[in-house]
């Protein structure tokens, strides 16, 4: 029997004022904010997957993958459940997507802007 494991995020219905604070909304996309995060929920888009395969995917270490995969589970963008031994990771709203997606052309429209910002350090590797 398999059992889904619901981000604490997912547990209770959110307050609105509470998410509508400036705080919130900036560690939401902090959560985004590094690559392997960033590369392991678009690959998850794609459907559901295993820790090996995203393993695969990204080219770190198991360890590392998992404390970025329960990063993004307990920020509510994945859902995990169990199959028998392995762990499978989906994405637990369908608007994630919609959200990669802008955030992908706001990017490539601003590139140029994006390159040349001096604030914010580029992320190593």
């Known amino acids: ?3 889904t494991r619901v981000p604490p995020a997912a547990q209770a219905p959110a307050d609105p004022v509470a998410c509508s604070h400036t705080d ?4 939401f996309f ?15 888009l794609d459907g559901e997957r295993t820790a090996a395969e995203c393993v695969a995917h990204v080219g770190i270490t198991q360890p590392r993958v998992s404390v970025h995969l329960s990063c993004l589970v ?6 995990a459940r169990r199959d028998g031994r392995k762990l499978l990771y989906s994405v637990g709203d369908p608007r994630t997507a919609d959200l990669v997606v802008l955030a ?6 601003n590139a140029t802007a994006l390159d040349c910002c001096t604030r914010i350090p580029r992320h190593p590797g």
Do not use: H, I, K, N
Request: charged share 25%.
């Open 1 to 3: 029997m398999s059992a």
């Open 74 to 79: 307990d920020c509510g963008y994945l859902v």
């Open 104 to 109: 992908r052309a706001l990017a490539a429209d």
């Open 30 to 44: 902090r959560a985004l904010a590094d690559p392997t995060r960033l590369r392991l929920l678009e690959f998850v």
């Open 24 to 27: 919130t909304v900036a560690r």
